[in-house]
Structures are given as structure tokens and as C-alpha cells.
């Protein structure tokens, strides 16, 4: 197998390095995770479709930076075997096939795995759907960049135009403002989401040419990617309603 397949897998749930235990879980024909992040303002899914690399299994990965890191250290080329212990995993075995390099990755018991909470009382529509395109993606991403101390995004709405502010105060402030466009419109309340997490998530799947932020009034937003045989699907809570 290629092992860009695992490492695009990884990139697209750690978020630059904000989540790091997760469960695996393969049913033969695709790779899926779901995840939280720590502060609770992102949850989230990836499933890589046509995997058949793993047979049917849960695996617990406590600390996937160093999961990252062993996989590294081999080729592009690699072969993946799970070795167990009754019915339970406990590694993850990896050898370049030209090199015959191998590594290994200890697998965690699931119960020390945080599970993400089932997605309750999602708002019965999004009532804003803003164009998310490479323009958008780079833009964003650049903005956060220069201003690396900004905490949120705010989404602000008015007379039927939509801008994104990276480092919105009601103070003068240094900030970035972008138009964006609307794929469904309303004017709704300024609302604020966590900016590092959204460029990380932005950076992750910055290859896709298509995507549509959807918000909601009642503090959520949703953005899914489809790219190749992944797809990404992530929330946000509105950093109002973080606890």
C-alpha cells in the first residue's frame, strides 16, 4: 500500500497536532474515526473508502504524533500487519517493502480512547451557506497567519452581504475582513468560531475545489469534504456556547 493513504488519513483528524487519541475502525472496505477536540469546540469524522489493507477491527491510538513519527521513517511503499493478543490488538506493524525498514506502533486499550458525543439536537437547517473555494482556503489561511494571536473568526451578516473577520472585536483591532459568497443567505447575529482550529481544517483539506461552510444561529457550523476516497465531515460550536 501507499503510505500517503494512513498519512492523508492522519492529517485530515490530528489538526495540526490538536487531537491526538482516537479509534480506528475498519470494516474491511474503508478506514474511519470520528473525534473531539480538547477544548470541545470541534467534532468531527474522516472515512477513507477503499481500504482493504485492514481486515474488520477497532484500534485504540493513544498518541497518534507518534504514530506520525514511525511512519516517517519508512518509504512511500509499505505493507501493514496487526498483531493481537485473544481478541484484542496491540500493534500495528510496518515494514518498506524495498528497504524491508520496519517499525512498530503500540496500540492503546479503547477505554482510554475519549469517545466524541453523539450529535444531538442539530439545528433543523442551517440557515447561511457561505462558498468555501481556494481563493477563500489560502486567503483564510494567509489571514490567520498574519495574525497569529487572533482566537476567533466571526461570521457577520448584513443587507444580503456576508464577510468573515479573523480577529473581530468591538474595539478597534488588528483584523482581517474577507467577502465571501453565499450559497443561501440570511442575516443572522454575529457569531464567532475557534480560528485555529477552522485553518487547520481549512490546511488539511486545502485540495478540495469545492466546499460549503453551513451556520446556524443556534452556534453550530458544519463544513464536509470530499476529496479522492476520503470523506471529511466537521462541526463547530460557536465559542459563545464552549464550555
Same mark, same amino acid.
Not at 480538547?38 to 468531527?44: A, E, I, L, R, Y
Not at 515494514?95 to 486499550?109: A, H, P, Q, V
Not at 453551513?214 to 469534504?225: H, P, T
Given at each position: 500500500m501507499n503510505k500517503s !493513504? @494512513?498519512?492523508n488519513f492522519i492529517t485530515k483528524y490530528t489538526l495540526g497536532g490538536e487531537i491526538k487519541s482516537t479509534k480506528w475502525t475498519s470494516n474491511g472496505d474503508s478506514l474511519s474515526t470520528r473525534f473531539i477536540s480538547g477544548d470541545k469546540s470541534v467534532v468531527g469524522s474522516v472515512m477513507l473508502s477503499k481500504f482493504n489493507h485492514l481486515a474488520p477491527c477497532e484500534l485504540g491510538v493513544y498518541n497518534t504524533? !507518534? @504514530?506520525?513519527?514511525?511512519?516517517?521513517?519508512?518509504?512511500?511503499?509499505?505493507?501493514?500487519?496487526?498483531?493481537?493478543?485473544?481478541?484484542?490488538?496491540?500493534?500495528?506493524?510496518f515494514e518498506d517493502t524495498k528497504r524491508k525498514t520496519k517499525s512498530k506502533y503500540m496500540l492503546s486499550d479503547l477505554?482510554?480512547?475519549?469517545?466524541?458525543?453523539?450529535?444531538?439536537?442539530?439545528p433543523d437547517s442551517f440557515e447561511l451557506g457561505i462558498k468555501v473555494d481556494?481563493?477563500?482556503?489560502n486567503t483564510f489561511i494567509s489571514?490567520?497567519?498574519?495574525?497569529s494571536e487572533a482566537e476567533t473568526f466571526t461570521i457577520l451578516t448584513e443587507n444580503g452581504e456576508?464577510?468573515?473577520?479573523?480577529?473581530?472585536?468591538?474595539?478597534a483591532s488588528n483584523r482581517v475582513t474577507i467577502p465571501v459568497e453565499t450559497t443561501k443567505q440570511a442575516d443572522i447575529e454575529p457569531i464567532s468560531f475557534n480560528a485555529n482550529m477552522f485553518a487547520s481544517i481549512l490546511n488539511a483539506?486545502?485540495?478540495?475545489?469545492?466546499?460549503?461552510?453551513?451556520?446556524?444561529?443556534?452556534?453550530?457550523?458544519?463544513?464536509?469534504?470530499?476529496?479522492?476516497?476520503?470523506d471529511s465531515e466537521y462541526f463547530l460550536v460557536s465559542t459563545q456556547a464552549v464550555n
Amino acid at each position: 500500500m501507499n503510505k500517503s !493513504q @494512513l498519512t492523508n488519513f492522519i492529517t485530515k483528524y490530528t489538526l495540526g497536532g490538536e487531537i491526538k487519541s482516537t479509534k480506528w475502525t475498519s470494516n474491511g472496505d474503508s478506514l474511519s474515526t470520528r473525534f473531539i477536540s480538547g477544548d470541545k469546540s470541534v467534532v468531527g469524522s474522516v472515512m477513507l473508502s477503499k481500504f482493504n489493507h485492514l481486515a474488520p477491527c477497532e484500534l485504540g491510538v493513544y498518541n497518534t504524533g !507518534q @504514530l506520525s513519527s514511525l511512519l516517517s521513517v519508512l518509504g512511500d511503499d509499505i505493507e501493514l500487519n496487526l498483531s493481537q493478543s485473544g481478541d484484542k490488538f496491540i500493534s500495528m506493524e510496518f515494514e518498506d517493502t524495498k528497504r524491508k525498514t520496519k517499525s512498530k506502533y503500540m496500540l492503546s486499550d479503547l477505554s482510554v480512547i475519549p469517545t466524541p458525543p453523539a450529535l444531538k439536537n442539530l439545528p433543523d437547517s442551517f440557515e447561511l451557506g457561505i462558498k468555501v473555494d481556494p481563493y477563500f482556503v489560502n486567503t483564510f489561511i494567509s489571514g490567520k497567519g498574519a495574525l497569529s494571536e487572533a482566537e476567533t473568526f466571526t461570521i457577520l451578516t448584513e443587507n444580503g452581504e456576508t464577510k468573515i473577520v479573523i480577529g473581530y472585536a468591538s474595539i478597534a483591532s488588528n483584523r482581517v475582513t474577507i467577502p465571501v459568497e453565499t450559497t443561501k443567505q440570511a442575516d443572522i447575529e454575529p457569531i464567532s468560531f475557534n480560528a485555529n482550529m477552522f485553518a487547520s481544517i481549512l490546511n488539511a483539506n486545502k485540495d478540495c475545489e469545492s466546499a460549503t461552510l453551513e451556520v446556524s444561529s443556534a452556534g453550530l457550523s458544519r463544513i464536509k469534504f470530499s476529496i479522492d476516497n476520503y470523506d471529511s465531515e466537521y462541526f463547530l460550536v460557536s465559542t459563545q456556547a464552549v464550555n
